[in-house]
T-cell receptor, first 113, second 109 residues
């Protein structure tokens, strides 16, 4: 079955360490997105990619980095420069611009201690 | 002021009640989406609307483009409907997706 997979579901890291969150899709979608969700706030866009080897900053890109070497994969690295990394991170994909079939992953809850 | 506002923020109701969740937006849009987020965090897409009304089982979504308003209705609510419901719009101006903060629904048995 086609879908979008995020791993791991829960992640703990020590302050100052970089950590990479995985997002893989087998839907042949061109566009992939990373969102951050904090309590009481709407989803906020971190980075997005419309095609392989290209990505754009979203509203809150500082302290994050991404890559898009393959169509299926869009990993997010939370760097030590991110001031408040503890959050719930969601990955999404779509056939760009249509949003008729936007798929979301199950999310990764990152806790930095 | 947020570009997408949802009301209420929290809603607790008894099983069987008719539920309405509202979404108002201030930008021109090409589409509006209703999403459901369960306690585990995963999000499921319920509806995509650009006009009119859609129905799926006990869920009904309506949109009024002129008034920049959408509603999500749940008939004969059930405890398994307990979730956060999120309204999101795609801005016509820059194609950006803007999310509401969500409505937390709790249906009591």
């Amino acid at each position: 079955d086609g879908g979008i997979t995020q791993s791991p579901k829960y992640l703990f890291r020590k302050e100052g360490q970089n950590v990479t969150l995985s997002c893989e899709q087998n839907l042949n979608h061109d566009a992939m997105y990373w969102y951050r969700q904090d309590p009481g706030q709407g989803l906020r866009l971190i980075y997005y990619s419309q095609i392989v080897n290209d990505f754009q900053k979203g509203d809150i890109a500082e302290g994050y980095s991404v890559s898009r070497e393959k169509k299926e994969s869009f990993p997010l690295t939370v760097t030590s420069a991110q001031k408040n990394p503890t959050a719930f991170y969601l990955c999404a994909s779509e056939v760009h611009g249509t949003w008729t079939e936007a798929f979301f992953g199950q999310g990764t809850r990152l806790t930095v201690v | 002021k947020n570009e997408v506002e949802q009301s209420p923020q929290n809603l607790t109701a008894q099983e069987g009640e008719f539920i309405t969740i509202n979404c108002s937006y201030s930008v021109g849009i090409s589409a509006l989406h209703w999403l459901q987020q369960h306690p585990g965090g995963g999000i499921v897409s319920l509806f995509m609307l650009s006009s009119g009304k859609k129905k799926h089982g006990r869920l009904i979504a309506t949109i009024n483009i002129q008034e920049k308003h959408s509603s999500l209705h749940i008939t004969a609510s059930h405890p398994r409907d307990s979730a956060v419901y999120i309204c999101a719009v795609r801005s016509r101006r820059d194609d950006k997706i803007i999310f509401g903060k969500g409505t937390r629904l709790h249906i009591l048995p």
